[in-house]
């Protein structure tokens, strides 16, 4: 497809004997969000971590940016390379503790791409901007809360220009008020154009941000359809059973 911006085919990864990835396969077209929901152990994170080597697959295939690569034997440089195109949100940050919020965004832009300080500074403020937290640039994590830290984080991948944001679950350590600030720094990347694929939760943003659903389980994928479609019209009882669940626990 000539907009696809990621293809993964026939990922599957093992932990102690056990396989908890069977074969998945998932594309992401550009411009497009993509939530994948499902229960816990479901194999949510795994992919996420395999589609970005920080989980080496014992099989599969990434497609992305005009290059492929093999998930279970590329090499150092391949990596680097697909590392290049993409950025990730972890659940609970990863920020430097004695760096401040700019040190934090600019660090990977001086000291893995080389880029002059002043040029990263500046790209590094105006992401800052973009997620409400340019006032907060000479602050530290400490003096954060975990929404602002989460924010800094979200614009720290935003600086870098890649071609995908991976986030894993983003809010999942947050209180609710702070979620939603998060998540309106998450709608207005999409609505700029940002290719997201997001582990969440959230039933809100899954519905009313996501372009499309992927419902996973046991480490396979059960289901897949546009956000709206998979809400009001679940494809099969497993679906229909989770969302009843998650909608009673939102209650």
Excluded: W
């Amino acid at each position: 497809m000539a907009d696809e911006m990621l293809r993964l085919s026939g990922v599957r990864k093992s932990f102690g004997g056990v396989e908890v990835l069977h074969g998945i396969d998932l594309t992401v077209r550009r411009g497009e969000v993509v939530a994948i929901l499902g229960p816990s152990g479901s194999g949510k994170t795994t992919l996420l971590r395999c589609a970005n080597f920080l989980e080496r697959a014992d099989a599969g295939t990434l497609e992305l940016g005009g290059g492929r690569y093999d998930l279970a034997s590329a090499s150092r440089r391949e990596i680097s390379e697909v590392r290049r195109k993409t950025a990730f949100v972890f659940q609970n940050y990863n920020l430097f503790r004695n760096r401040t919020v700019l040190g934090n965004v600019t660090e990977g832009l001086i000291v893995a791409r080389k880029m002059p300080r002043a040029r990263a500074e500046r790209i590094a403020r105006g992401c800052l901007e973009r997620v409400g937290m340019a006032a907060r640039a000479d602050a530290y994590p400490a003096e954060l809360s975990g929404g602002q830290q989460q924010r800094v984080a979200i614009a720290r991948a935003m600086a870098t220009d890649p071609e995908i944001i991976y986030f894993d679950e983003p809010t999942s350590a947050l209180d609710p008020e702070l979620t939603v600030e998060v998540l309106g720094s998450m709608r207005r990347l999409a609505e700029e154009g940002m290719t997201m694929l997001v582990v969440t939760h959230e039933m809100g943003f899954a519905r009313n941000v996501a372009d499309r659903v992927v419902f996973m389980e046991g480490g396979a994928v059960v289901a897949e359809a546009p956000a709206r479609e998979f809400f009001e019209y679940p494809a099969n009882e497993r679906v229909r059973t989770f969302l009843r669940t998650v909608s009673g626990a939102d209650e």
